[in-house]
């Protein structure tokens, strides 16, 4: 009799354990890697560096006379000429793109090409520049492609 109570007891618990179970709230929580060693790259007077990783979507890094933009949008791309002022590329919050460099950069003239940085299609921009006294700006309607620009003497 023991025996049976016993084997009646081990069958039937999972049983009841089962139909007093509750549903769990769930989430998936962000993880990036972001650390480790140093990817680096050297030519002339300019110098990269990296990590393995994916940067956040949020501001922007920089250093010197450099600016990186992370993030997942297909955007324009600055190409920072080495003694250029510093040339940056903003998303503006109604989904257009602002190209901006200091006023005044004598000397300048902002360039675009939609090849890529190392072909020889580089023309002027012809669209109006905007220019308050402290920073010359261009707004951009984002490509169907890629587009890069430049500051050039």
């Given at each position: 009799?023991?025996?049976?109570l016993?084997?009646?007891?081990?069958?039937?618990?999972?049983?009841?354990?089962?139909?007093?179970?509750?549903?769990?709230?769930?989430?998936?929580?962000?993880?990036?890697?972001?650390?480790?060693?140093?990817?680096?790259?050297?030519?002339?007077?300019?110098?990269?560096?990296?990590?393995?990783?994916?940067?956040?979507?949020?501001?922007?890094l920089s250093?010197?006379?450099?600016?990186?933009?992370?993030?997942?949008?297909?955007?324009?791309?600055?190409?920072?000429?080495?003694?250029?002022?510093?040339?940056?590329?903003?998303?503006?919050?109604?989904?257009?793109?602002?190209?901006?460099?200091?006023?005044?950069?004598?000397?300048w003239?902002?360039?675009?090409?939609?090849?890529?940085?190392?072909?020889?299609?580089?023309?002027?921009?012809?669209?109006?520049?905007?220019?308050?006294?402290?920073?010359?700006?261009?707004?951009?309607?984002?490509?169907?492609?890629?587009?890069?620009?430049?500051l050039?003497?």
């Amino acid at each position: 009799m023991r025996n049976i109570l016993c084997l009646a007891a081990v069958l039937f618990l999972p049983v009841v354990l089962t139909a007093t179970a509750s549903a769990q709230s769930y989430s998936i929580n962000k993880f990036v890697i972001a650390g480790g060693g140093g990817l680096n790259s050297t030519g002339g007077v300019s110098a990269v560096s990296g990590t393995v990783g994916q940067h956040d979507a949020s501001g922007a890094l920089s250093g010197g006379t450099y600016t990186l933009v992370g993030g997942f949008w297909a955007l324009p791309i600055a190409v920072q000429t080495t003694g250029a002022p510093l040339l940056s590329i903003l998303r503006t919050a109604t989904n257009t793109v602002a190209v901006s460099w200091p006023s005044p950069s004598t000397g300048w003239a902002l360039e675009q090409n939609i090849n890529s940085v190392s072909s020889a299609n580089w023309s002027n921009v012809t669209a109006t520049i905007q220019d308050d006294g402290t920073t010359k700006t261009l707004i951009v309607n984002p490509p169907a492609g890629n587009r890069y620009f430049r500051l050039k003497q």
